[in-house]
Nanobody, 118 residues
Framework: QVQLVESGGGLAQAGGSLRLSCSAS????????MAWFRRIPGKQRELVATITKTGTATYVDSVKGRFTISRDNAKNTVYLQMDSLNPEDTAVYYCADFVSRTLIRGSWGQGTQVTVSS
């Protein structure tokens, strides 16, 4: 199982941007789909975006047009570029080896906190 470490979170103002990174302990080239999830305070963890190893991306409706997921298989890293942030994006963000909206391979990492102020 791959170990994943998220970074890049922090405090941003509404309308601002952040770029999250997810570094893997081994090659991710063979992993079909990587994903970003988030846990908003008081809510269940939700899927934010996915990307296949060929680069096909999907997004939850609330982030379409604002977030961009990408992966660099050579660097074993997955990214989430977040633009036009709003306070509703405040959450802990996690990356994962995606199986389904409610299932991942391996364990959840520590995540990275994103806080957006109005």
């Amino acid at each position: 199982q791959v170990q994943l470490v998220e970074s890049g979170g922090g405090l941003a103002q509404a309308g601002g941007s952040l770029r999250l990174s997810c570094s893997a302990s081994r090659s991710i080239g063979s992993i079909n789909t990587m994903a970003w999830f988030r846990r908003i305070p008081g809510k269940q963890r939700e899927l934010v975006a996915t990307i296949t190893k060929t680069g096909t991306a999907t997004y939850v409706d609330s982030v379409k047009g604002r977030f961009t997921i990408s992966r660099d298989n050579a660097k074993n890293t997955v990214y989430l570029q977040m633009d036009s942030l709003n306070p509703e994006d405040t959450a802990v963000y996690y990356c994962a080896d995606f199986v389904s909206r409610t299932l991942i391979r391996g364990s959840w990492g520590q995540g990275t906190q994103v806080t957006v102020s109005s």
